[in-house]
């Protein structure tokens, strides 16, 4: 179905639709709709880095009537950080910049994709510790991608508050995958005239990096994984602290044949580098968000 001649947007807690015929359509239809929405919906961020915090609020549609609000939370919902902190979140689409700085309280279970710093010089036992605060907030089972940040570049770094405007849009973050096809690095490249030469310089060295090849990135890819896997024995119950000399060898086996590293290696999250631009304003600078009526 296409939504063409159809405009929505938000005003206050609800949403005009100019379409003054919609409520008269079928409620399959209007819910096929809502769906069609929230399945355009662009992936968002959760920003959780030190000093700096940014949630996400529920999305406007679910404040227009009940059926669109159940197909958005059909699409997400709200879950409260380590602190308490509610935030909106489609584990499906969005992603997770953190440092390990709060704990992801009930996001640890259901974060897909996380964004972290490139730690180059801390090495396997802050990799470790980082992990660990991860963990500590619950079991991250449903994490399938880390995504590296080599390099992080905030808005100081731009030109002027128009470049920023365009560059971002609505969004405080851009995270290009370097390793592979993404359309965000199109983007960047398409705004390169608005990067300061400092900026422009280090995006384009991270684009003459061939990641395949890097033993840097080869290398430090290789201790994340590691370390995912050390922490994951770590909290295992399966894994009596007896053994966990044997597990670290990698002589520890598992039930359903093979060794318990193989076990946790082989349910690891892929692991990818990425180009952080963020985005430091007060617009972006999100202390607390309103569910009062969730």
């Known amino acids: 179905m296409s939504l063409v001649g159809m405009n929505f947007w938000p005003q206050g807690n609800t949403m005009l639709v100019a ?3 919609f409520s008269l359509l079928p409620q399959h239809i209007q819910d096929h709709i809502w769906q ?4 355009a919906r662009k992936p968002h961020h959760v920003i959780l880095q030190d000093g700096f ?4 609020p529920v ?3 679910a404040h ?3 059926a669109a609000r159940e197909i958005a939370f059909q699409n997400g919902g709200i879950f409260r950080l380590g602190n308490g902190t509610p935030t909106w979140f489609n584990p ?3 992603f997770i910049f953190w440092d390990s700085e709060r704990n992801l309280g009930q996001l640890s279970s259901k974060v897909q994709n996380l964004i972290m710093p490139f730690y180059r010089d801390s090495g396997f036992n802050t990799l470790c510790d980082i992990f660990e605060d991860l963990f500590e907030g619950g079991i991250p089972s449903s994490l399938r ?3 590296i940040a080599t390099e992080q570049m905030s808005e100081s770094d731009f030109w002027n508050s128009y470049g920023v405007a365009n560059f971002f849009g609505d969004e405080p973050i851009l995270a290009p995958t370097l390793n592979q096809f993404d359309p965000l690095i199109g983007r960047v490249e398409a705004v390169q005239q608005w990067l300061r030469h400092e900026s422009l310089a280090r995006w384009r060295r991270q684009r003459m990096t061939n990641f395949d090849d890097s033993e840097e990135w080869q290398d430090h890819a290789g201790e994340v994984l590691h370390a995912w896997i050390y922490t994951s024995g770590l909290f295992s119950d399966a894994i009596k602290d007896a053994d966990f000399d044997d ?3 990698e002589v520890l086996m598992h039930p359903e044949g093979g060794s318990w590293w193989e076990f946790f290696a082989r349910r690891g999250p892929s692991i990818y580098p990425t180009a952080v631009f963020m985005r430091l304003d007060n617009a972006t600078l999100v202390t607390d968000v309103d569910m009062a009526n969730y």
């Not at 915090?53 to 996400?56: A, M, R, S, V």
């Open 19 to 21: 379409f003054p015929q």
């Open 64 to 66: 227009v009537c009940r």
């Open 92 to 94: 499906e689409k969005d």
């Open 53 to 56: 915090k940014h949630c996400q």
């Open 247 to 249: 597990f670290e060898n």
């Open 145 to 147: 991608s880390v995504y």
């Open 36 to 39: 069609l929405i929230m399945e």
């Open 59 to 61: 999305p406007a549609i």
